[in-house]
Structure formats: C-alpha cells, structure tokens
C-alpha cells in the first residue's frame, strides 16, 4: 500500500477530543495532508488554532501527531486508523511531565461521518483504555493533585491582588 490507502484521505477532517476537565465530545476540525508517511496540516477547536504534524504507518494504521496551538502549548496524539476514521489518546506534559493529562480523541474525514454507534463505542473503548492504563487511585491522584493546584494558584492570585 501508499499513501493512497482509504484510511488517509487528505482533506477536511472533523471529529472531537474528549477532555476529563470539560465534559462531552469537543469538537475539532482540520485540513490534512497524508503522504508518504508524514501527515500535516492546521485546524482549529474551541481552544484555537493550531498546525499538525507527524506521521502514520500504512502497514499498522498506527499514527501520531504534534498539535501544536498558536502561541500555547502542544498536545501529542496517538492513535489507529480504521474505516471509521482515527481513534486513539491525546496526552499534555507539564510541568517537566511531572503532570500528564490524557484522554480520547475521534477524527474522521469530513464526508465518511461515523453513525452515532461507532462514535458511542470509540468513546467507550478510550475511556476503557484510560481506566486500564491508570485505574481509579492513579486517576484519584491525578484529580487531586490538580485541585491543590488550582486552590494554590488562586490563593497566590488573592494575594497578588492585595498588593503583598
């Protein structure tokens, strides 16, 4: 196979991230260009625009991509494609990678729409993945850890805007 495989059309593409902070699907949309194992291209969702590259293996349906938001941070995916489109996880690092959020995503070439069931069972399989890999303490932990966080960074914004 090349290039040319279904699976990878170039494009418009659309589908949804799923995010732990923000409930339900979250869309996104993107102009693609696969060739020769490297995929390109920009879109834009409700965080903003962002530029996309990576690559993708004809052979396994493996892929993976940087997307990179204008001005902020990048988030990397990992992902499967099928005849449904790409499914897999996307993962932000912070803080040194002290800090990773994970979660789902679904993309999936503009005309070829998966039927609600195939995005229901996507959904399902990524969040089965998620609780797999971390289980329900690492995911305790994780939630905890950023709520200090937030609680710490509001305290420092009081005290910044009393004037100490």
């Known amino acids: 196979m090349d290039e040319r495989d279904p699976r990878f059309p170039g494009g418009t593409w659309t589908g949804f991230y799923l995010q732990y902070w923000l409930p339900g699907r979250h869309r996104t ?6 060739a020769g194992g490297e995929v390109s291209g920009g879109g834009a969702d409700v965080v903003g625009g962002y530029t996309m ?29 099928d005849a449904s489109g ?4 996307w993962e932000i690092r912070q803080l040194g990678g002290v800090y990773r959020d994970r979660r789902g995503f679904h993309l999936w070439p503009e005309d070829r ?3 609600d ?6 959904e399902r399989a990524v969040w089965e993945l998620m609780h797999a890999e971390f289980g329900t303490r690492t995911a305790r932990a994780i939630r905890a850890t950023v709520v200090v966080g937030i ?3 509001l305290a420092g914004l009081a005290w ?3 004037g100490y």
Do not use: F, I
């Open 53 to 81: 590259s990576g690559t993708y293996d004809v052979a396994t349906g493996r892929c993976e991509w940087t997307k990179q938001y204008a001005g902020a941070h990048a988030v990397v995916y990992r992902g499967l494609a």
């Open 29 to 34: 949309d993107a102009a693609l260009t696969w």
């Open 86 to 89: 790409v499914w897999g996880v």
């Open 151 to 153: 609680v710490l960074a």
């Open 113 to 115: 729409a998966p039927s």
């Open 117 to 122: 069931a195939e995005v229901a069972h996507t």
């Open 160 to 162: 910044w805007l009393a």
